[in-house]
């Protein structure tokens, strides 16, 4: 037994680097494994480790490139360092993105060593100056009232550590009042770029209001006590939220004027995101760089307002991106990530194989913890555009009759539970949920539910399927490609414990009919344990779907596409698992915030138990 301790280990690392190096891919799908085994068993492996990955090319290990940067700050960081840096001098451009989202949450305790080594790797990227450009400038698409709701609600979660304050105060004036970024203190530098008049509107709509509350310079922050604080924060977040109402932009040169006026020369040289897959050897030399941006801005409708911008290419195509800002895509760039692991796992498996049984992916590059690009999917459109645009002229009418809108009769339906409390009004919609759960009895409450399902056609989707096909037979092929698909991405999203899979969180391919799953922020559980009203539901399979593959709704190509997916990956759990490890190496900022929240729930729990002891 202690020989196995001391020698299965090193064996282990010497056999699967070497795997790795003669190319084998599936060796280089479980290197998240050998990180694992290095920080366990660090005084049989570790130098060994260091020693023969440098006989291994930096590419091979791309595809693992956010999880090294993530150790960088860890004991184990020595490992990773030589790849590291190989990486960032051969293909700074993979580096960059990656290096600069874990340098926002690196902690470095007491070894001088590893942060001597960041600030070398910081030096290295400092050769890609127009990249902090280019991220500044795609940062100045986010709405500035939704930015300065986002630095308010900081603000009011840190109101008891005034220094966060008066930090975040220093942030929001530079950032949306006073365009001198050079000037911020306690921030670090960015580049200065000039606004596009959103933000200059913002600007004037919001400067008054923002010194006379805080003062000219945040002088006021540190003289005001903590109610009197809420209550200025109160009055700037209404004051900021009146400016959306009054502008609406599509064109780019609103949002950023560096964004509209670039042309790539010798001396502006940026590759598209995205380029590094680490499944083959990158030529960065033939990549395509970016030429210049298009004019037009596609605003999405959802809460945070991303961009859809389009990039023209030297290749003489146009490449399009959502731009999200607000939000940490860490966790949605991991689970793609994932997902590609699983589409190689139902490739290796024959039943899966034969039955063409694969996940649709789709580039996800963060680029801090509150911007990313997100690939557009191109002839895609979300489920609820497309159910919804099935229905008929005369269905149309009967939605807009008070008397048989589903939506309505669904929200008295909810309202007329609490209608027995006279205050009714003071209760948020969450509470009313629950005060439904404790009204109504089981059996009535089904009843009214059914009621207002028959409202709704049940063959919306089967409409849109068959408006899709020239013929009997294109039907049953697009119709089977979305159950396999759907079938696939809700079994792998249920293991994931993936929620808030609502209709515009599913996308159905206009020209295969496959389904595809976007946004998961809701992960690991969170719609179950976090979340006001819990989602119970662990897949999304209504009347919709179920007339579309009757007769034998769940049997047949359902069931068997979700029981060949299931065994395959319980027979890869291993390897999912280790892959998941980076989500605690490095977790995003909702992972913190959440645990932020668990902990002082827990502790003001304690406190009751011993006040009432």
């Known amino acids: 037994l202690s020989m196995c301790r001391t020698e299965f280990p090193s064996l282990i690392v010497q056999q699967l680097l070497d795997a790795i ?27 060994q480790f260091v020693k023969q990955t440098q006989t291994v090319p930096c590419w091979m290990l791309l595809g693992w490139l956010s999880q090294m940067t993530a150790l960088l700050d860890k004991p184990e960081a020595r490992a990773v360092q030589s790849i590291v840096e190989s990486i960032a001098d051969e293909y700074p451009q993979a580096f960059v993105y990656p290096f600069k989202m874990s340098c926002e949450s690196f902690k470095f305790e007491s070894n001088k060593e590893q942060k001597m080594f960041v600030e070398k790797l910081k030096q290295k990227m400092n050769r890609l100056p127009l990249i902090n450009h280019f991220i500044v400038a ?22 008891k550590n005034r220094e966060s304050v008066c930090r975040l ?9 006073e365009n001198d970024l050079t000037a911020t203190a306690g921030v670090e530098a960015r580049p200065t770029l000039e606004w596009g008049n959103i933000r200059k509107s913002f600007a004037k709509h919001f400067r008054d209001e923002f010194k006379s509350e805080m003062g000219a310079e945040c002088e006021l922050v540190v003289k005001l006590n903590e109610q009197e604080l809420r209550e200025k924060l109160r009055r700037l977040n209404e004051c900021a939220q009146q400016f959306k109402r009054a502008t609406s932009g599509g064109n780019l040169g609103d949002y950023s004027p560096w964004l509209k006026a670039f042309r790539r020369n010798l001396a502006r040289d940026i590759e598209i995101p995205g380029q590094y897959s680490g499944r083959s050897k990158p030529m960065p030399e033939y990549h395509v760089k970016i030429e210049s941006f298009d004019e037009r801005v596609l605003v ?47 490739k290796s498996d024959s039943n899966c194989y034969q039955r063409n049984l694969s996940i649709r992916t789709y580039q996800v590059i963060p680029m801090t913890t509150k911007l990313a690009l997100i690939e557009w999917l191109p002839d895609t459109k979300p489920l609820k555009d497309v159910i919804m645009g099935a229905r008929t002229d005369d269905e149309l009418k009967e939605w807009d009759n008070r008397a048989t809108n589903p939506d309505l009769i669904y929200n008295q339906f909810i309202t007329d539970a609490s209608s027995e409390i006279k205050k009714w009004d003071g209760f948020g919609l969450h509470d009313r949920f629950g ?12 009843d009214a539910f059914d009621k207002i399902q028959r409202l709704v056609p049940c063959d919306l989707l089967r409409r849109f399927v068959r408006s899709m096909s020239v013929n009997t037979e294109a039907y049953f092929v697009l119709r089977n490609q979305f159950v396999m698909s759907y079938a696939v991405a809700s079994a792998v999203q249920y293991i994931l414990g993936i929620g808030d899979r609502h209709l515009s969180n ?23 344990i976090h979340l006001p009203v819990p989602e119970l539901m662990p897949i999304r399979l209504t009347r919709q779907i179920l007339k579309l593959i009757a007769p034998l709704e769940h049997r047949g ?30 977790p995003s900022i909702d992972w913190i915030g959440n645990a932020m929240k668990i902990a002082k729930k827990n502790m003001n729990e304690e406190m009751h138990h011993h006040a009432g002891l």
């Open 21 to 47: 190096r003669m190319g084998s891919y599936e060796a280089r799908q479980r290197f998240p494994r050998l990180l694992q085994i290095v920080e366990l068993y660090k005084d049989q492996c570790l130098d």
């Open 138 to 159: 795609l940062q100045h698409l986010a709405n500035p009232e939704l930015l300065c709701k986002d630095l308010l609600s900081d603000m009011v979660a840190n109101v």
């Open 169 to 177: 105060a220093r942030e929001l004036y530079y950032e949306l009042v």
């Open 300 to 346: 999405m409708e959802s809460l945070r307002k991303p961009k859809c911008i389009t990039i023209r290419g030297n290749d003489q195509r146009e490449h399009r991106f959502l731009v999200k800002c607000g939000e940490d895509q860490r966790q949605d760039q991991r689970i793609e990530t994932l997902f590609e692991l699983v589409n190689d796992l139902l």
């Open 435 to 446: 005060l439904v759960y404790a009204v109504y009895e089981r059996e009535y409450a089904c």
């Open 506 to 528: 599913w996308m159905i391919d206009t020209k295969t009919g496959r389904a595809i799953g976007i946004d998961f922020g809701m992960a690991f559980g969170h719609a179950v």
């Open 557 to 586: 190509l359902f069931e068997s596409s979700m029981l060949h997916t299931m065994r395959a990956l319980r027979e890869n759990n291993d390897l999912l698992m280790c892959i998941l490890d980076v989500f605690i190496k490095e």
